[in-house]
């Protein structure tokens, strides 16, 4: 049974930094494109960065372009994202996911991943 379990969240002031992490049990990632969304009060889950299975290609939105960097280490089957220079309007649930296929290398499409976390809440203070 596949786990996908997110954690790192937590109140942060407006302009610091907080690194998420995904660890994924009961499957090998090394061959899977994984994805970061988040989800604020009222509004649907949005796509907010994706890795390729081995790291080599990455997408991000625009809204975080420049300030979030998603990586991986496949060995401890374990995903990362780390978020700089945070704004308020970065605040909302954040979720890990699973797609289990290398091709296309990223997608922003939910619908394209298979597993998911139950999440982390991530606030950030202005």
């Known amino acids: 049974q596949v786990q996908v379990v997110e954690s790192g969240g937590g109140l942060v002031q407006a302009g610091g930094s907080l690194r998420l992490s995904c660890v994924v049990s009961?499957?090998?990632?090394?061959?899977?494109?994984m994805g970061w969304f988040r989800q604020a009060p009222g509004k649907e889950r949005e796509f907010a960065a994706a890795?390729?299975?081995?790291?080599?290609?990455?997408d991000y939105a625009d809204s975080v372009k420049g300030r979030f960097t998603i990586s991986r280490d496949n060995a401890k089957n374990t995903v990362y994202l780390q978020m700089n220079s945070l704004k308020p309007d970065d605040t909302a649930v954040y979720y890990c996911?699973?797609?289990?296929?290398?091709?296309?290398?990223?997608?922003?499409?939910?619908?394209?991943?298979?597993?998911w976390g139950q999440g982390t809440q991530v606030t950030v203070s202005s």
């Open positions: 009961g499957r090998t990632l090394s061959r899977d494109t």
């Open positions: 890795i390729s299975w081995n790291g080599d290609s990455t």
């Open positions: 996911a699973v797609r289990t296929s290398v091709f296309p290398p990223t997608t922003r499409n939910k619908l394209n991943y298979s597993y």
